[in-house]
């Protein structure tokens, strides 16, 4: 089967009609978990995408803002939970640079019971990585790198999967154009866009350090992106998002555009 993008969550950090921004890319039977939002939220998207949990092994874990990292704590709970269980075989690994890494043992060891945090280190393993390091998941070779964040330090990464597909996550901050050697020419780009260009005004991305559909469509056409996919969006408007935000985009981008609703899966 080809290898599918689960768009798990589309929101930015304080969405309340939609999820916040996380997905899983599904190769064959296996899982690889992208972020996972700001809640125990997470185990329902989940469910609701049908992704058995036993068939993710690894995870992403871009930076550690409170819309990216707490979903992961209740990850590790309910991995750990399965462990203990005897549901859950071999070992969960969770990818992410040493600062979110420092983040996420302090949470977990604040919060959860002995009986979980036992796991932590064993079979539940949080896996630093470095900047440019390539890693072999499954059928994917992985590479993250620094998007070079002007708030908190925030990896992205490239996935060259099976069939010659790549396909660049960008984390939820504007481009750099140190990261052109990882994003030029890819089959597929993930890209935040806060909001519409147009509605700057009532949003202010600049000052919060996002962009919007806009700029996203302008970035994928100079770096030759195939395909542009949009999250970490506002709300206020969900039944009309696609629309608005494709039209906007294709004012300066010719390739393909899609802005996903929570749960939507793209055939990669």
Not at 92 to 108: G, P, Q, S
Request: charge should be negative.
């Amino acid at each position: 089967m080809k290898p599918e993008l689960i768009m798990l969550g589309t929101g930015n950090a304080m969405v309340t009609k939609c999820y916040n921004t996380c997905f899983a890319l599904r190769n064959e039977e296996e899982y690889f978990l992208v972020d996972a939002g700001g809640g125990n939220g997470i185990l329902s998207q989940l469910e609701k995408a049908q992704i058995p949990f036993e068939q993710i092994r690894h995870m992403f874990l871009t930076h550690a803002h409170t819309d990216h990292i707490l979903g992961a704590v209740w990850i590790i709970r309910k991995a750990a939970a399965m462990m203990l269980a005897e549901t859950y075989h071999g070992r969960f690994t969770i990818y992410c640079h040493d600062e979110a890494a420092k983040v996420l043992r302090e949470i977990c060891e604040l919060t959860l019971a002995g009986k979980f945090l036992k796991f932590l280190g064993s079979k539940i393993r949080i896996q630093e990585v470095k900047d440019g390091e390539g890693i072999q998941i499954s059928d994917m070779h992985v590479r993250f790198f620094d998007i070079h964040s002007t708030k908190a330090k925030q990896f992205g990464f490239r996935a060259d999967l099976e069939k010659d597909i790549s396909l660049v996550c960008l984390g939820d901050e504007p481009y750099n154009s140190l990261c052109k050697p990882y994003v030029e020419g890819a089959d597929w780009m993930l890209c935040e866009a806060f909001c519409l260009y147009g509605m700057r005004d009532i949003f202010h991305p600049y000052e919060k350090h996002h962009s919007t559909a806009l700029d996203a469509g302008n970035l994928a056409e100079k770096l030759k992106v195939r395909n542009l996919v949009l999250y970490h969006t506002e709300d206020t408007d969900l039944k009309n998002r696609k629309k608005q935000y494709t039209k906007e985009v294709k004012l300066l981008y010719s390739g393909n555009v899609y802005v996903p609703e929570d749960l939507e899966v793209l055939k990669l």
